[in-house]
């Protein structure tokens, strides 16, 4: 990635993240993953945006990715593609969406990544000086090189295809097969571009080849074998005047725990030094990306890791690690602590407290899915004011492609919190405004409440399989509380766990 140039300024981004369930930490390694946490954009829908990195044009950050919201799962015929997404933040905390890179729902991109393909992966963005364009990079698996390129004048887009690229490894293999795969962009100080990708016809070794001066092609200036094999995920950057390498080690697709391995150069060409492990399990997830953000007080190098969600064929719910590498005094980089909580990338990480006041911490939110027939969860709230319930919103999610929707119910509720009678007002969330990734959704119950009093909404469905899910967070003994019911066995309140839900009253 180029070296992007930040303001010097109190930034402060979370680490290691949450999980679904607490009792999951990581699939190997020996290092132990910190728990997850799910980050929210500035709507209130869960960031969806994967295998992809963040960069730093022109002031503000962008966080580029893979979305699935829309049900894409690897090796499902039927699956759609969902297409690339960026986040914008000034903060590295609060994350504004931007929408699409391009209009992926087209028939071409469907045919060209949906459930019956390989699918298409990791966007990268750098931007070229020369051309003053954004240029992105995809993986794909149509195409003989295995990537497809485009431009844009804005880091957000819309992006415009170029022409395929072309490629000094595999140049000759056939079209539409396991030829390249992940790869990473780089913009060196002179400006020249490169390359890092996974040859797979080598059995997942590292090529690094330099671009043309327009970035949007191979020049055959490279060199194979960066690895010997079973190795992707690439990431390049330079400290110092040396050349880093990064790379998953092993490769795994989707795996919650892969290692994380280095080589250094002192030329992107190489020849590139024997590779040191610095992770046993990338925090419990893969190493994505290391981005070079300069600030008055010297550069920070943000290491990501995608937290896969357990090998799921669709990865709307994973998460992400994101922390700044340290580097010894002979630039080695040091192990990763996957404890690490980076408060301001301005100043040094030993010099920062070791961990934030209750009032800086942010929220921490799970998910559950587990509502289908037979299993209904209900919120308290008490009414604050009298007045009319315009909206409430809450975060839901599915898991599986449905035709039965979600239903909303309102009522009145007794001492215990639990739901008294007919309900207020009830209404059916279809299917298809509920995603994949933990988006909000709303309902307009228009019902009188009374100040002062308990009232609860419960979610329920009749899908027989599969589930909808839900947000929630832990809360104090006095807080509003979810209840379960399965079967129609009665209502069971579940202490300190309240949904991430909003109300809007009016008068």
């Known amino acids: ?19 679904t369930y607490p009792a ?11 728990a997850q946490t799910i980050r929210f954009s500035t709507l209130g ?7 992809g990195e963040i960069t730093y044009f022109n002031g503000v950050y962008y966080l580029y990715g893979t979305s699935y919201d829309c049900g894409f799962e690897w090796g499902n015929k039927q699956a759609p593609f969902c297409g690339f997404k960026s986040y914008s933040s ?43 364009r954004y240029v992105l990079w995809i993986n794909v698996y149509d195409n003989t090189s295995g990537y497809r390129v485009f431009t844009s004048t804005k880091p957000t887009g819309p992006f415009v295809e170029q022409v395929q690229p072309k490629l000094g490894v595999n140049a000759d293999a056939p079209t539409a097969g396991l030829n390249n795969g992940d790869h990473d962009t780089f913009v060196d100080d002179d400006g020249t571009a490169y390359l890092a990708y996974t040859d797979w016809r080598s059995n997942g070794s590292i090529v690094i080849e330099q671009l043309s001066d327009d970035y949007l092609t191979g020049t055959g200036k490279l060199v194979k074998g960066v690895t010997s094999g079973q190795t992707e995920a690439p990431a390049l950057f330079k400290r110092n005047g040396i050349y880093y390498l990064l790379y ?7 795996c919650s725990g892969t290692g994380t391995s280095y080589k250094t150069a002192n030329t992107p060409l190489g020849p590139w030094s024997a590779g040191k492990k610095i992770s046993d399990n990338s925090c419990g997830g893969q190493p ?45 980089i040091q192990p990763i602590s996957c404890n690490t909580q980076i408060q301001d ?20 939110y799970f998910r559950l899915c587990d509502i289908k027939a037979g299993v209904i969860h209900a919120q308290t709230f008490l009414a604050t004011s009298t007045g009319i319930l315009d909206s409430i919103s809450f975060n839901g999610f599915t898991t599986s492609h449905l035709d039965t929707g979600l239903e909303v119910s309102v009522y009145k509720a007794n001492s215990s ?14 299917a298809n405004r509920i995603g994949w990734s933990a988006r909000k959704l709303s309902v307009a119950p228009n019902i009188r409440l009374t100040k002062d009093s308990t009232y609860c909404f419960a979610l329920s469905s009749s899908i027989q399989t599969s589930c909808y899910g839900i947000i929630y967070q832990t809360s104090g003994p006095n807080a509003p509380t979810i209840l379960t019911n399965i079967n129609g066995s009665g209502w069971v309140p579940e202490p300190g766990k309240a949904m991430k839900f909003n109300l809007l009253m009016g008068h």
């Open 1 to 19: 990635m180029a070296t992007h140039t930040a303001p010097c300024q109190c930034i402060k981004f979370l680490l290691a993240i949450l999980l």
């Open 24 to 34: 999951l930490t990581h699939a190997q390694g020996t290092t132990s993953a910190p």
């Open 45 to 51: 829908d869960a960031v969806d945006a994967h295998d």
């Open 90 to 132: 000034t903060d590295l905390v609060n994350w504004t969406d931007r929408g699409s890179l391009f209009d992926a729902r087209t028939e071409v991109w469907q045919t060209r990544c949906n459930g019956s393909t390989y699918g298409c992966f990791r966007p990268h963005v750098i931007y070229n000086k020369t051309t003053n």
């Open 248 to 254: 998953s080690d092993p490769n795994c697709g989707y």
């Open 288 to 332: 994505s990306f290391v981005s070079t953000f300069e600030l008055k007080t010297g550069n920070i190098y943000l290491y990501g890791s995608d937290l896969w969600n357990n090998a799921a064929k669709n990865e709307a719910l994973a998460n992400y690690f994101w922390t700044s590498l340290q580097f010894g005094p002979d630039g080695s």
């Open 345 to 364: 990338p301005a100043a040094p990480i030993e010099a920062q407290a070791p961990a934030a006041s209750k009032e800086d911490q942010p929220e921490t």
């Open 417 to 430: 919190g639990e739901p008294k009678g007919q309900p207020l007002f009830s209404t059916l969330i279809p």
